[in-house]
């Protein structure tokens, strides 16, 4: 049955099949548009993209404009001359100011170079395969790429999701977008706008050698900011920085992981203020290698297993609760002085005293002494760094009690969110897939800033023997 031209908006009736005893169905009508309106429409649709790469961009189209407008009134070879000065004062610019000339240049034009030839071009393909994008009425729906920032190591896309989407759908297939451009490993990390999260594709691996011992800060002791201690490097480049005024850290990582590499290096940041004074490390080492290197170092240490290091746990008690009481409705913020410096009461093998120590009594009297010292320690100046292997709630019942917590090379993967807190490994922290050689994995972990709930790979300097030796002289001088 035809369409009548008097009724275009008419249904029609259609037979379902070639069965000329079933009943027919209604169906809408179909209209044909005009060449001439399919031509106006595209048109339309071309000067509206126009206009709108013109607004994105600019800075470019005003460049553009300039240089073809100066190519008309002046000729082109004063416009070549302009172009070679340009070069000839970037050339200078990279040759005497490189780190402003990458910053400011060269990440932006590697960045605008990744946008188009790497992610646009492969982002239709990715997103499909990957299961990210959506069809509906014959009609695909992709998210959409919104900007683009690099690192000398790592890209960082912002991406606007479809609707309904969250980041943890995008977790599930971070390692096909990985595979899909090219990159090393990617991370999905939430944006501060719902709606939005940025994908961290990895290029290469920024810790994948180690890093010597960092310089002895400055002289003055009181220049060292106790909340915030360099002691190694993160993967973005900047300096990692560890907080341990007002907080408690507990380091986890198996044999050979690198946790001294974190204890000495915390030590070396603190050097100036242990000289002028002002910070007391104490020391207990019940393994008897790796703090008692440097016992020389430590204001205190205890190595003895009969009950010494229990005792130094207790004596730190004794002095945060002298400090309760002389603080007390006079002062809600500490502040290291001579008299009453800050201390840190750095444990190896932790789990030596909270679960595996002989002594049934030596262990209650050291949990009871940790527990009172990592709920109550912060407000007068006492700091409680602590390392193990094995974090389990068994051996360690006080982990909560640590708002710091790294979590080095680890045995398995359920030990991440044990350090880290449920949902760590989702997020990237892949302690579980570190390297066991020490030259490629020691050192390197997974810590988790104040200012974001996402993971952060970190890797801590090597403070090699000498280096060590070369502390306690630092000291010395001063004694």
């Given amino acids: 049955m035809g369409l009548r ?11 379902a099949t070639a069965d000329p005893f079933e009943s027919p169905k209604w169906a809408p009508p179909i209209w044909h548009m005009p060449p001439a309106l ?130 943890g759908i995008w977790r599930d297939h971070a390692e096909n977008l990985a595979h899909g451009f090219g990159a090393a490993l990617c991370r999905i990390r939430t944006a501060s706008r719902p709606g939005y999260l940025w994908l961290e594709l990895v290029r290469r691996d920024a810790l994948a050698e180690p890093l010597p011992a960092l310089p002895v800060g400055t002289e003055d002791g009181h220049a060292v900011d106790l909340s915030s201690l360099p002691i190694g490097r993160r993967e973005d480049g900047l300096t990692w920085r560890l907080r341990l005024l007002g907080t408690h850290v507990l380091i986890a990582g198996a044999t050979g992981a690198g946790k001294g590499s974190i ?13 002028a004074g002002l910070v007391q490390v104490w020391g207990i080492d019940p393994k008897r290698m790796e703090l008692a290197f440097g016992r020389d170092i430590f204001n205190r240490y205890s190595d003895d297993a009969s009950g010494g290091m229990v005792d130094l746990l207790e004596a730190a008690v004794t002095e945060m609760h002298k400090r309760a009481a002389r603080f007390g409705g006079v002062t809600r913020t500490f502040i290291a002085t001579a008299a009453d410096p800050f201390i840190v009461v750095m444990v190896d093998e932790l789990a030596f005293l909270t679960a595996y120590c002989p002594e049934r009594d030596l262990r209650k009297r050291a949990d009871a002494a940790l527990a009172t010292l990592t709920s109550q320690g912060r407000s007068v100046g006492i700091c409680v760094v602590g390392a193990l292997q094995d974090p389990r709630k068994d051996v360690i019942n006080i982990r909560n009690l640590f708002p710091t917590r790294i979590a080095l090379r680890l045995d398995e993967a359920e030990q991440v969110d044990m350090v880290l807190g449920d949902g760590a490994r989702d997020r990237g922290a892949l302690a579980d897939q570190i390297s066991p050689i020490p030259e490629v994995g020691a050192g390197v972990g997974y810590i988790r800033l104040e200012d974001s709930p996402d993971p952060v790979r970190v890797r801590a300097a090597f403070v090699a023997d000498t280096d060590i030796a070369a502390m306690a002289g630092y000291l010395a001088e001063a004694a």
Wanted: a positive charge; charged letters at 15%.
């Fill in 5 to 15: 031209k008097d009724a275009p908006s008419d249904n029609v009736m259609v037979p």
């Fill in 263 to 275: 204890l000495w290096g915390l030590i070396r940041a603190l050097l100036p203020a242990m000289r």
């Fill in 38 to 167: 399919v031509l106006v429409v595209n048109l339309v649709r071309a000067l509206v993209r126009l206009v709108g790469f013109l607004a994105r961009h600019p800075i470019a189209v005003a460049v553009v404009g300039c240089l073809g407008g100066l190519t008309y009134a002046l000729g082109w070879r004063l416009v070549a001359v302009l172009a070679a000065f340009a070069a000839v004062c970037l050339g200078c610019w990279a040759a005497y100011w490189w780190d402003s000339f990458v910053r400011l240049v060269g990440y932006p034009a590697r960045a605008r170079w990744r946008h188009l030839f790497v992610y646009r071009r492969h982002w239709q393909p990715v997103m499909v395969m990957s299961g990210l994008a959506f069809y509906r009425n014959a009609r695909e729906y992709l998210p959409v790429i919104k900007c683009v920032a690099v690192t000398a190591t790592t890209d960082r896309v912002l991406v606007k999701m479809l609707s309904g989407q969250a980041p």
